[in-house]
């Protein structure tokens, strides 16, 4: 596992659940994110709510840039869109990965409202709505 000092960069993209796939995809894909994850020194937080996946990642650039890759050629969502991607300032801010979900039902889609944000406009829209959602850690 790289040093988790190593030169940091961050990245938020959000994607919606691919037609044809069920939610129950989540649990699936966070048991296996987080083995990958320790292993390449990645860690974020991952927000699912119901429609749409929220990501942020945070690691050195190679390994980031490996797993994006990954995620373009997933199945399981589509539309994958990059929001931010830049050098980390300062520390991780989630030294442990984690997952966040916000299921909610109905009209109330919080993660499609800022998928036309970018950079730290995405950013600051990401953060309110961690402030929401209700945690578990996968
Ligand atoms: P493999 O060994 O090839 O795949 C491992 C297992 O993943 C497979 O056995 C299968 O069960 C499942 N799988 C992989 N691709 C698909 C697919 N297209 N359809 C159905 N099942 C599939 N990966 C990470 O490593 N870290 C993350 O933080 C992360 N976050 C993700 C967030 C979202 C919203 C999604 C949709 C996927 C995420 N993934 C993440 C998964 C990533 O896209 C790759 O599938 C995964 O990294 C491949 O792992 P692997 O190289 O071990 O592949």
């Known amino acids: 596992m790289p040093a988790l000092h190593d030169s940091l960069y961050c990245l938020l993209y959000t994607s919606k659940l691919a037609l044809g796939q069920d939610a129950s995809c989540v649990r699936d894909i966070t048991a296996h994110s987080r ?8 860690t974020g937080i991952l927000v699912f709510d119901g429609a749409c996946f929220a ?8 390994v980031l840039e490996g797993l994006l890759g990954r995620l373009r050629r997933d199945g399981r969502h589509a539309q994958l869109r990059v929001q931010h991607h830049a050098a980390l300032e300062g520390s991780r801010l989630f ?3 984690r997952m966040a979900y916000a299921l909610r039902d109905g009209e109330d889609r919080e993660i ?10 995405a950013v600051s829209e990401f953060a309110l709505l961690l402030k929401g959602v209700e945690r578990e850690t996968a």
């Open 55 to 62: 990501q942020w990642l945070e690691g050195p650039l190679p």
């Open 95 to 97: 030294p442990e990965w």
């Open 112 to 121: 499609a409202r800022f998928r036309s944000l970018y950079g730290r406009a």
């Open 35 to 42: 083995a990958n994850n320790e292993r390449d020194g990645i």
